[in-house]
């Protein structure tokens, strides 16, 4: 994504800075963000480190914004319009090149979208500091919780092959995020880098999902690999003995 004014940089900082602290007041990781707004992991930390030229289209970011600010129980909607509102004057500038200059002071649109933004983070994190240590220990413990089971799941002992069990095996022409349910259960969910092959078994039935379908190679009980998808694409499919 290309900054068309010099000024527009800070002030996609000033947006991207309130969604990270509002993330961290949470104590919510970048990956959890990926994860629940289905954001490429390399996208995120691109907003987070104001590394705007390895974006997509300004249409694509602001709904990145969008999500995030959701993530975080923000205004979603009064994020993505500030985010417009910066590149949409940007555009009527353009246009008023032509235009007679006259001596009105005029002030960009975008700037009372920042201000009342500014202010709107402000509030929220005052809110959040102020609420109760019982809370932030609440969420540890739960988080603690998802730890153990993960931990409890990878370290169950491989029960024998059967032959009435489901297989599914991917391998990767690209990165892409994957989440992967056994029986019902998440077994792994994260990033899968191009090359990487990752091979899952079930009882009963096995859930794909991909937020890049055509990066990812699926051979279900042994059989022939196929493209799981279009690129870009977001796709889940179940796999049961009959697939």
Not at 75 to 98: M, P, R, T, V
Not at 110 to 117: A, C, D, Q, R
Request: with cysteine; glycine share 4%.
């Amino acid at each position: 994504m290309k900054v068309l004014k010099e000024g527009q940089q800070e002030q996609l900082k000033e947006i991207i800075g309130c969604l990270r602290q509002a993330r961290e007041e949470k104590s919510i990781s970048i990956e959890e963000i990926a994860n629940q707004t289905l954001i490429r992991l390399a996208f995120l930390y691109a907003l987070e480190k104001g590394q705007f030229e390895q974006l997509p289209e300004p249409v694509y970011v602001q709904g990145f914004i969008r999500r995030y600010a959701d993530a975080v129980n923000l205004d979603g909607n009064a994020f993505a319009d500030n985010f417009g509102a910066i590149f949409l004057s940007e555009k009527s500038s353009n246009l008023n090149q032509n235009v007679e200059i006259k001596p009105d002071i005029h002030i960009p649109l975008f700037v009372p979208y920042l201000l009342l933004l500014i202010a709107a983070c402000s509030g929220l994190f005052q809110i959040l500091n102020l609420q109760p240590k019982a809370e932030s220990l609440s969420s540890k413990q739960k988080s603690a919780a998802v730890d153990i089971n993960s931990f409890a799941i990878a370290s169950t002992p491989a029960l024998q092959e059967e032959a009435n069990q489901v297989q599914v095996t991917l391998e990767l022409k690209d990165e892409s995020w994957v989440r992967i349910k056994v029986d019902g259960k998440t077994e792994f969910t994260g990033n899968l880098k191009k090359g990487e092959r990752k091979t899952w078994t079930a009882k009963k039935e096995l859930t794909v999902r991909s937020d890049n379908a055509g990066a990812v190679l699926v051979s279900a009980n042994q059989k022939e690999a196929k493209a799981f998808g279009n690129p870009d694409e977001v796709k889940e499919a179940t796999f049961t003995i009959k697939s």
